[in-house]
């Protein structure tokens, strides 16, 4: 894991964001950011931005986001099926891959391919070799599936690094591998193995020593 945040990527001028847009993504909100798709040479990219938005979410809310997440991005660069750091813009953007997928509960089962779920396992567990954890995985739409049917994970806003192994990483961890396996219980009901019941069952089991309200469980998410 080390302290190394990664490669330095190279700095995009502002000034030539506007000739590379194609469309919104994402429009802004007064909190949230501009998220539109660039084409750089070719090559779709991503492009997210917090310029555009007032001056005090800027800087309250923007600037702090974006110092947050340009170190987590940087510490996965080379990892497939995450988004990569392309470019840095200023203090208030940054450029990053396009993954061209869906998201993998909205695809219908016939259509899953054999082993997906255990491929997102091998996916997070790569992400958290690398020090990271993105903590938001109980969001379905984070986990995807490719037009060559791998798996892929976005959105790194919440994620979080840690230097080294301990109690707290290890839990997070569990955090992000329980998320998926809540959602393998939901795409796929039954599919779940007797150790992966267990591995729900023993952190739902923690979460009661949890200090922040639990959210009513889904009936979905019932373990069969």
Not at 92 to 104: H, K, T
């Amino acid at each position: 894991m080390g302290k190394d945040p990664g490669p330095v990527v190279p700095k995009f001028p502002r000034a030539d964001l506007e000739a590379r847009s194609v469309r919104v993504l994402r429009p802004k909100t007064w909190v949230a950011p501009d998220v539109r798709l660039l084409d750089m040479d070719g090559r779709p990219a991503v492009l997210k931005d917090f310029a555009p938005l007032p001056m005090a979410t800027r800087l309250t809310i923007g600037l702090p986001l974006i110092r947050w997440e340009v170190p987590i991005l940087r510490r996965l660069i080379g990892l497939e099926g995450v988004p990569q750091l392309l470019y840095t813009v200023d203090r208030f953007a940054f450029v990053m891959s396009y993954i061209e997928a869906r998201p993998l509960y909205k695809l219908p089962t016939a259509e899953l391919p054999a082993g997906i779920f255990d491929r997102v396992l091998d996916l997070v567990d790569a992400i958290h070799a690398r020090g990271v954890v993105h903590l938001d995985l109980r969001q379905r739409k984070n986990t995807l599936i490719t037009s060559a049917n791998r798996p892929a994970i976005i959105d790194f806003a919440s994620a979080m690094h840690f230097g080294k192994d301990g109690k707290i990483f290890r839990f997070m961890k569990n955090v992000d591998r329980t998320a998926i396996l809540k959602l393998k219980n939901r795409v796929l009901p039954g599919s779940l193995t007797e150790e992966e019941k267990e591995q729900l069952h023993a952190f739902d089991r923690m979460r009661r020593f949890w200090p922040l309200k639990r959210r009513r469980p889904n009936l979905k998410d019932r373990i069969s």
